[in-house]
């Protein structure tokens, strides 16, 4: 079979397909034959050697991905027969990019019907993520909510989470592709947070906000901090465009300013499973939106990992086999 191999860690061109032997599952394992797997930001970061923290230090060589969609094709012992066949996602460690995966049959969750593989790859990761930070920040209704990205896999779903509770949504994001899927989503507002002076422009027009979900970092996550109002809350649950947002503790303080960061988010692990078969009931009863944006054939990862880093993703990008 076809599997993604990191032998040195570096650009897009270290993902290299090769070819293994199919797997066996052992005792409480089964093997998913891969429908669709999901590109992570996070992979990207493993990739070049940056894992963030020791949770994600992963040593050489390594097969990446985190998670896949697809059907049981074989049990091992112990695993009920009947499973065969089942449509499952596999929320596992690595190995993911790759025609057929082995997981235990504990990281596994039951595709509902009406999702296809890709449409609940969405939920696996970025629909628990986006459930988590929603819970963590407390949205309330008539608040005003700035998401950033806005057009992401994570923050597609913030926009929606946030509009579902009657919060107003003023979506951030760069290109005017990006500003009108956050707009079809419900966003109330939008700005493209690739021109210069974006952040004055929202001041004036809509003054400071609620609530900012920062899915990005750096100059950009700095720049959305300056806009929460007083008493408000920011969340920086990633760095899609740079390192984590550096929030200074005294001005956060003096403003009222509650801030979570990476740290807070990773502690909120253990309902990690609840939020994602919560995502995934709202999306198959359609109340949730998975927006998959760019599908590449597996053996083109390196593609998939450079338009990610590139931001030219609208949406969620899958690897299909």
Same mark, same amino acid.
């Given at each position: 079979?076809? @599997?993604?191999? /990191?032998?040195?860690?570096?650009?897009? !061109?270290?993902?290299?397909?090769?070819?293994?032997?199919?797997?066996?599952?052992?005792?409480?394992?089964?093997?998913? !034959?891969?429908? =669709?797997?999901? &590109?992570?930001?996070?992979?990207?970061?493993?990739?070049?050697?940056?894992?963030?923290?020791?949770?994600?230090?992963?040593?050489?060589?390594?097969?990446?991905?985190?998670?896949?969609?697809?059907?049981?094709?074989?049990?091992?012992?112990?695993?009920?027969?009947?499973?065969?066949?089942?449509?499952?996602?596999?929320?596992?460690?690595?190995?993911?990019?790759?025609?057929?995966?082995?997981?235990?049959?504990?990281?596994?969750?039951? +595709?509902? $019907?009406?999702? !296809?593989?890709?449409?609940?790859? &969405?939920?696996?990761?970025?629909?628990?993520?986006?459930? =988590?930070?929603?819970?963590?920040?407390?949205?309330?209704?008539? $608040?005003? @909510?700035?998401?950033?990205?806005?057009?992401?896999?994570?923050?597609?779903?913030? /926009?929606?989470?946030?509009?579902?509770?009657?919060?107003?949504?003023?979506?951030?994001?760069?290109?005017?592709?990006?500003?009108?899927?956050?707009?079809?989503?419900?966003?109330?507002?939008?700005?493209?947070?690739?021109?210069?002076?974006?952040?004055?422009?929202?001041?004036?027009?809509?003054?400071? +906000?609620?609530?900012?979900?920062?899915?990005?970092?750096?100059?950009?996550?700095?720049?959305?901090?300056?806009?929460?109002?007083?008493?408000?809350?920011?969340?920086?649950?990633?760095?899609?465009?740079?390192?984590?947002? $550096? @929030?200074?503790?005294?001005?956060?303080?003096?403003?009222?300013?509650?801030?979570?960061?990476?740290?807070?988010?990773?502690?909120?692990?253990?309902?990690?499973?609840?939020?994602?078969?919560?995502?995934?009931?709202?999306?198959? =009863?359609?109340?949730?939106?998975? &927006?998959?944006?760019?599908?590449?054939?597996?053996?083109?990862?390196?593609?998939?990992?450079?338009?990610?880093?590139?931001? !030219?993703?609208?949406?969620?990008? /899958?690897?299909?086999?």
């Amino acid at each position: 079979m076809l @599997v993604i191999r /990191v032998d040195e860690f570096g650009g897009p !061109e270290v993902l290299q397909p090769v070819e293994v032997p199919d797997p066996v599952p052992g005792p409480g394992e089964v093997v998913v !034959e891969v429908e =669709a797997a999901g &590109v992570l930001t996070l992979d990207t970061l493993i990739r070049r050697g940056g894992a963030p923290g020791p949770r994600f230090a992963t040593p050489l060589p390594y097969f990446p991905g985190r998670g896949a969609a697809g059907r049981i094709r074989a049990v091992g012992a112990g695993v009920d027969p009947g499973r065969l066949g089942q449509r499952v996602l596999a929320d596992v460690e690595g190995g993911a990019y790759a025609e057929q995966l082995v997981a235990p049959v504990g990281a596994l969750l039951p +595709v509902p $019907e009406g999702l !296809e593989a890709a449409e609940a790859m &969405v939920m696996l990761h970025d629909g628990g993520t986006a459930l =988590a930070v929603f819970g963590d920040v407390g949205v309330r209704p008539g $608040e005003l @909510v700035l998401v950033l990205p806005a057009a992401g896999g994570v923050g597609s779903l913030l /926009v929606q989470l946030a509009r579902s509770t009657g919060a107003r949504v003023l979506a951030a994001a760069r290109g005017a592709e990006k500003l009108a899927l956050a707009r079809s989503l419900g966003a109330d507002l939008a700005v493209d947070y690739g021109e210069a002076g974006w952040a004055d422009a929202v001041r004036r027009r809509v003054g400071l +906000v609620d609530v900012v979900v920062d899915g990005v970092g750096g100059a950009l996550g700095r720049a959305a901090f300056g806009l929460v109002a007083e008493g408000g809350r920011y969340s920086n649950y990633g760095m899609a465009g740079g390192p984590p947002t $550096e @929030v200074d503790p005294a001005e956060a303080y003096s403003r009222g300013v509650s801030v979570r960061g990476l740290e807070q988010l990773a502690g909120s692990g253990g309902g990690r499973r609840a939020r994602q078969e919560r995502m995934l009931r709202e999306a198959a =009863a359609g109340r949730i939106r998975p &927006v998959v944006g760019r599908r590449f054939p597996l053996a083109k990862a390196a593609d998939a990992h450079t338009a990610l880093q590139d931001r !030219e993703i609208v949406g969620k990008a /899958v690897l299909v086999p």
